[in-house]
């Protein structure tokens, strides 16, 4: 059973979930850390070096040496991305009437000696600690810590759970209302917190930059600059930072300014004179036409071939070349395979390169954090180290939170996909996700989608594989925001592992019925009339009086008797089982050059022939063995398996 990243403190658990350190406690009404004047009894570590856990969390074996070394002490979580929390610290009645008329969603909460902790996800961005948020309301956030239920306070009072808002009652904390992420990324009121831009230029030192970086990118916002120009500011600070800070860090620090709207999301708006004057650049595409700048969801059937249609198109735009019949441009791309074994992953691709190298901006990942659990964070910022042209996620039920037991359906679908999309937005990626359909077929291609319509709601273009069980066609439906509705062909060809666009549905699905006629006739010992065609096709009669009169028309059938009809000239369609060869009388199909146009931007097709994948090589001579010893390298990071092409 998956449990929540946040568990109740109480059992070994939270050594599991959290940053914990131990505190010192109390004796006789006295801190045992032995000063008669401590300040601060029964609330500050036991040990030194206790900053480290700001950072990472403590081991199991860390945990039990502080158990036998410091008997009976109390306990604190350590506050902001290290645990994904922030914390609220209210006092006394200052505090109550503070919060008295604020939005304060249901969310875990601790009472205290004197007031509550109220406990909030981590937004995203670095929390700076600060007293007097709000009169008697302080917050802990990065480099801070509160202490745990369990332990005990000066006063002789206990602290613990709020009935009915505890771990136990829900599974996460809430996540932080709008008002308290404004007052989050406001700069502290006394003069000791606020952003001296010479002095952060000349470098700040080890322990102030993530927090300060980050506030000055947002300082930089507020004052009208742009994203780039903000950049270059933020850069060089970082440069100058002792020690100097991350480039990869420091773009995520503008990125995660830019990331809520300015003002705390006021509304902005535009007069219809003002919006006709406006020009605003075409829509950016991975693959023209099909796959646009922003979220795509991918949906089809399990053992379908969706993850083999994302891997032809991983390789298309890593390499370069076609991605079903359409140019592309070169790019990294990102693909978490999040369903795959290393073993099976390299299979797959040695198979759909075809004996072809590997391609250098193609790198893999096998395991990824759920979104709910820094996932979403460490995405943007592996991103913007990348800088893919295109992300797959393999699938998007691997990635997404883990579900709450209540909730809107709809808004819960909405909300983890638009996540995923202000992601690809900010970092002007194309994204694809993997889902799958519905059990029971739906009308509309979007409402197969698993879950609720919330998921396509969010979602800039929507991509639905349908095919029937053992059959090697399939329909991929195709709509979006910036998109034709599309309903395009698919062939797959297994010797090569690669789907391959036929044309659009209509025409291929009259290709296919056309070509069942030509069989029964040539299996036929005389000429047949509709009614006996339908019935050895099993289509409807009326269908196909219509269709062979039309390919009598054409000259693919010749009329010989009063309404029987054999084989005419242009009927020897000759191989019809090489994957959309459909033969020389096709060309003749009204508009299918029209179509095929529309869909692959060629001047002269071939009507109806494959369109698929190169900037690949094809399978080469060398041998089973020989290509099984190809290897590919293995990236460590931190708790993400990943793999290098």
């Known amino acids: 059973m998956n449990r929540s990243k946040y568990s109740v403190p109480q059992n070994d658990d939270i050594f599991q979930k959290f940053s914990v350190i131990p505190l010192h ?81 249901p969310t875990w909460m601790v009472r205290t000696g004197k007031g ?39 006063s002789g009072k206990k602290y613990g759970w709020v009935d009915g808002l505890s771990p136990a009652d829900m599974p996460e904390p809430a996540e932080a209302p709008a008002w308290l992420v404004e007052l989050l990324k406001r700069p502290g009121g006394n003069s000791s917190s606020k952003i001296d831009p010479v002095r952060v230029l000349a470098g700040v030192p080890e322990g102030q930059r993530d927090v300060t970086l980050f506030r000055y990118a947002c300082r930089l916002r507020t004052q009208g600059l742009t994203r780039e120009e903000a ?20 773009r995520l620090k503008v990125e995660q300014a830019w990331k809520y709207p300015e003002g705390g999301g006021n509304p902005k708006g535009v007069s219809a004179t003002d919006l006709l ?38 390789v298309a735009v890593a390499n370069g070349g076609k991605a079903l019949g359409v140019d592309v441009e070169p790019g990294p791309v990102m693909y978490l395979a999040l369903e795959d074994t290393p073993r099976r992953l390299k299979s797959r691709l040695l198979s759909v390169l075809n004996g072809g190298p590997a391609p250098r ?15 979403l964070t460490l995405l943007e910022a592996e991103i913007l180290r990348r800088e893919p042209r295109l992300v797959i996620i393999d699938t998007f039920q691997r990635i997404r ?6 909730g809107n359906i709809y808004g819960i679908d909405y909300e983890d996909t638009a996540r995923l999309k ?59 925001r910036d998109l034709e509705e599309k309903e395009l062909a698919l062939s797959f ?78 009927g020897n369609y000759g191989n019809f089982g090489n994957h959309g060869n459909f033969g020389n009388f096709q060309e003749k199909l009204p508009g299918s050059a029209e179509s095929y146009r529309k869909v692959t931007g060629a001047e002269n097709p071939q009507s109806l022939q494959p369109q698929g994948f190169t900037g690949k090589s094809y399978r080469s001579n060398q041998s089973n063995q020989q290509r099984e010893n190809e290897t590919v390298t293995f990236e460590g990071w931190e708790d993400i398996d990943s793999i290098d092409i």
């Not at 950049?231 to 420091?250: D, I």
């Open 401 to 406: 939170p883990v579900q709450r037991g209540n």
């Open 116 to 154: 509550r902790h109220i406990y909030f996800q981590w937004p995203g961005f670095p929390v700076e600690c600060r007293t007097g948020i709000l009169p008697g309301v302080d917050i802990r956030g990065d480099g801070g810590y509160v202490v745990a239920p369990g332990s005990v306070h000066v």
């Open 277 to 314: 004057k406006m020009d605003f650049p075409d829509p950016a595409w991975c693959v023209p036409g099909l796959l646009p700048e922003g979220l795509t969801i991918l949906g089809g059937k399990a053992k379908i071939g969706k993850s083999w249609l994302a891997l032809n198109l991983a």
């Open 231 to 250: 950049l270059r500011l933020v850069l060089e600070a970082a440069r100058n930072c002792t020690p100097p800070f991350p480039e990869r860090e420091a």
């Open 25 to 105: 406690s109390l004796k006789n009404g006295k801190c045992t850390c032995g000063k008669n004047d401590c300040t601060k009894p029964g609330k500050h570590p036991c040990i030194p070096e206790w900053r480290v856990y700001q950072r990472r969390r403590p081991t199991r074996d860390e945990v039990t040496q502080w158990r036998g070394k410091y008997p009976g002490c109390n306990w604190a979580v350590v506050t902001g991305k290290v645990s994904e929390v922030v914390v609220l610290d209210m006092d006394g009645p200052e505090g109550e009437a503070s919060l008295r008329g604020k939005h304060i969603p």
């Open 361 to 375: 901006e193609l790198h893999f990942y096998t395991s990824w954090p759920k979104l709910g659990e820094n996932g």
């Open 493 to 570: 060809d297994p010797a090569t592992t690669t789907w391959n666009i036929m044309g659009t549905a209509a025409e291929y699905r009259m290709s296919r019925e056309r070509r069942e006629i030509l069989d029964v006739l040539r299996e036929a010992e005389e000429p047949l009339g509709p009614k006996e065609i339908a019935d050895l096709t099993g289509k409807p009669y009326a269908n196909i009086k219509k269709l062979v009169y039309v390919m009598a028309k054409s000259g693919e059938l010749k009329l010989v008797t009063r309404g029987r009809y054999i084989i005419g000239n242009f």
């Open 422 to 480: 202000q992601v690809a937005d900010r970092c002007g990626v194309a994204m694809m996700l993997i889902h799958h359909l519905k059990k029971a077929s739906e009308i509309d291609p979007v409402d197969m989608l698993s879950g609720s319509t919330g998921l396509s709601g969010a979602a800039d273009a929507i991509w639905v594989l349908t095919r029937e069980r053992g059959q090697a066609d399939a329909i991929l439906y195709v709509t979006g």
